[in-house]
T-cell receptor, first 116, second 115 residues
Framework: AQSVAQPEDQVNVAEGNPLTVKCTYSVSGNPYLFWYVQYPNRGLQFLLKYITGDNLVKGSYGFEAEFNKSQTSFHLKKPSALVSDSALYFCAVRDLSSGSARQLTFGSGTQLTVLP | ETGVTQTPRHLVMGMTNKKSLKCEQHLGHNAMYWYKQSAKKPLELMFVYNFKEQTENNSVPSRFSPECPNSSHLFLHLHTLQPEDSALYLC??????????????FGQGTRLTVV
């Protein structure tokens, strides 16, 4: 079975500082990993994904994520946070080797607050 | 805008009512999904349709009934709901269901309140 853990319900960071939102995963085979962002009263928006290749993936709005196979992690990062980055962030995984592989499994979300 | 449109945005219904949620996409996607988002819980996948055929039903109670008349439209028919069914219902679509790297595009959701 596949699973995703976002260990922090809430992350606070000052504007201009680097931010990290953590994600760890568990799969039987090779993971396909995604980050989504949700602004208040909106649906989820795709940020970036890792399928294969370079471990550092760049996405929308200056976000990037680093795939670390040995630590089974896919942390979301941004060098300099903006107040407008404040939102709910979801990590998701898909594992084709699993019986329920085609389903995206989401974490419980991390609320990011960037303080001015 | 993601290209996935959900209506209505907000819905309040009594436990004996019947209502329907609508989702529409014109992205040329072949897979469509219904998710339930409750506070402090991970997103729950409810139903998946691939080329108009239902491929997944994650043990959803029969008071939720999906319908997919074509690849662009998805409905969720609701009847005799319970207060615990109050949540944000999200529709999503993706180019394919089997493609591992295919990301999903989400609508803005319908905020459902059952009274």
């Amino acid at each position: 079975a596949q699973s995703v853990a976002q260990p922090e319900d809430q992350v606070n960071v000052a504007e201009g500082n680097p931010l990290t939102v953590k994600c760890t995963y568990s799969v039987s085979g090779n993971p396909y990993l995604f980050w989504y962002v949700q602004y208040p009263n909106r649906g989820l928006q795709f940020l970036l994904k890792y399928i294969t290749g370079d471990n550092l993936v760049k996405g929308s709005y200056g976000f990037e994520a680093e795939f670390n196979k040995s630590q089974t992690s896919f942390h979301l990062k941004k060098p300099s946070a903006l107040v407008s980055d404040s939102a709910l962030y979801f990590c998701a995984v898909r594992d084709l080797s699993s019986g329920s592989a085609r389903q995206l499994t989401f974490g419980s979300g991390t609320q990011l607050t960037v303080l001015p | 805008e993601t290209g996935v449109t959900q209506t209505p945005r907000h819905l309040v219904m009594g436990m004996t009512n019947k209502k329907s949620l609508k989702c529409e996409q014109h992205l040329g996607h072949n897979a469509m999904y219904w998710y339930k988002q409750s506070a402090k819980k991970p997103l729950e996948l409810m139903f998946v349709y691939n080329f108009k055929e239902q491929t997944e039903n994650n043990s959803v109670p029969s008071r939720f009934s999906p319908e997919c008349p074509n690849s662009s439209h998805l409905f969720l028919h609701l009847h005799t709901l319970q207060p615990e069914d109050s949540a944000l219902y999200l529709c999503a679509s993706s180019l394919s269901y089997a493609g591992a790297g295919t990301e999903a595009f989400f609508g803005q959701g319908t905020r459902l309140t059952v009274v």
